[in-house]
């Protein structure tokens, strides 16, 4: 029998999104029996409750409602709630691929232990800023498969745990500020315990996260003072100090959206890429001494 698997979406303010990303989930391939939706509401100014009520005729449908706490809290909050023995992440602006479950559920029964990691894909190709933090997250992928033989993280909108034993871990660490860094965070310390992290590429969800130039900034900014609190984080648990990339790690970075689009477009990505490195080294150095240097 196809496991049990539950679908936890954490959202605030977005209900247009989320009604897309429900609609999506409503055309998957993957018996309605054996999946359950908990959608967190992170005190949202307009429950979401009644506008999304009519999706519970498709599919069996939750709708957990919660103070203002972020994206962690609230994966914890639907986490709690799982029925699942596969609790599977996204977010309200995703459109899962019709398989998407089906893919997860085969890898979920090869490899029981194992947390799973899915590909993302760019769903606003006109979108600059849009594609080039996609091609971010795609190079930082490729690297650290390449340099550790096994992807290092996966980003936590397209995101599964066996039920039990993320429930063991504790879930997401809710000491992270903002949106940023907290899935690299569940992702060291699930590989610190012991247990795998497998990617399955052909597990997609498509990413609509609209994206200009002050956004993106923003974005990259918010990234780098989440990886400030996961580098102290991760201090504390294995004594090791923050560990600069080499220059090939940026020279890669560089050139990794040539021949992918046309010269133009790749060039557009590859100076975005480079802005990003910065906004990310301000928002590092920002939340370092903002917390007094240490």
């Given at each position: 029998?196809?496991?049990?698997i539950s679908i936890v979406i954490p959202t605030h303010g977005r209900p247009e999104k989320l009604w897309r990303c429900l609609q999506a989930i409503g055309g998957l391939q993957y018996p309605t029996d054996r999946f359950e939706v908990i959608v967190v509401d992170d005190g949202s100014p307009v429950a979401v409750e009644t506008s999304v009520a009519s999706f519970g005729e498709s599919f069996p449908l939750r709708v957990i409602r919660q103070e203002n706490r972020g994206p962690a809290v609230a994966r914890n909050t639907g986490m709690q709630s799982a029925a699942g023995s596969?609790?599977?992440?996204?977010?309200?602006?995703?459109?899962?691929?019709?398989?998407?479950?089906?893919?997860?559920?085969?890898?979920?029964?090869?490899?029981?232990?194992?947390?799973?990691?899915?590909?993302?894909?760019?769903?606003?190709?006109?979108?600059?800023?849009?594609?080039?933090?996609?091609?971010?997250?795609?190079?930082?992928?490729?690297?650290?498969?390449?340099?550790?033989?096994?992807?290092?993280?996966?980003?936590?909108?397209?995101?599964?745990?066996?039920?039990?034993?993320?429930?063991?871990?504790?879930?997401?660490?809710?000491?992270?500020?903002?949106?940023?860094?907290?899935?690299?965070?569940?992702?060291?310390?699930?590989?610190?315990?012991?247990?795998?992290?497998?990617?399955?590429?052909?597990?997609?969800?498509?990413?609509?996260?609209?994206?200009?130039?002050?956004?993106?900034?923003?974005?990259?900014?918010?990234?780098?003072?989440?990886?400030?609190?996961?580098?102290?984080?991760?201090?504390?648990?294995?004594?090791?100090?923050?560990?600069?990339?080499?220059?090939?790690?940026?020279?890669?970075?560089?050139?990794?959206?040539?021949?992918?689009?046309?010269?133009?477009?790749?060039?557009?990505?590859?100076?975005?890429?480079?802005?990003?490195?910065?906004?990310?080294?301000?928002?590092?150095?920002?939340?370092?001494?903002?917390?007094?240097?240490?």
């Open positions: 029998m196809k496991p049990l596969l609790v599977a992440f996204t977010d309200d602006d995703c459109l899962p691929d019709r398989d998407w479950l089906g893919q997860l559920a085969e890898r979920h029964n090869r490899y029981p232990d194992a947390a799973l990691g899915g590909r993302v894909h760019n769903a606003l190709p006109h979108r600059i800023c849009s594609e080039s933090s996609q091609l971010l997250v795609d190079y930082l992928y490729q690297y650290y498969e390449t340099l550790s033989k096994g992807i290092g993280f996966f980003t936590s909108n397209n995101l599964a745990f066996p039920t039990a034993a993320l429930k063991r871990l504790g879930g997401f660490d809710e000491t992270f500020p903002l949106a940023a860094g907290e899935d690299r965070e569940i992702c060291d310390r699930w590989t610190r315990h012991g247990m795998p992290l497998l990617y399955v590429p052909e597990a997609i969800v498509h990413h609509a996260h609209d994206l200009n130039i002050s956004r993106f900034a923003r974005q990259q900014f918010n990234y780098g003072r989440g990886a400030w609190h996961f580098h102290n984080l991760r201090k504390r648990h294995t004594n090791t100090g923050h560990r600069v990339e080499p220059a090939r790690f940026y020279l890669g970075m560089i050139l990794y959206p040539f021949g992918k689009r046309n010269w133009l477009r790749s060039a557009q990505a590859s100076s975005l890429m480079v802005f990003s490195q910065a906004a990310n080294a301000a928002g590092f150095f920002y939340e370092r001494f903002s917390r007094g240097g240490n």
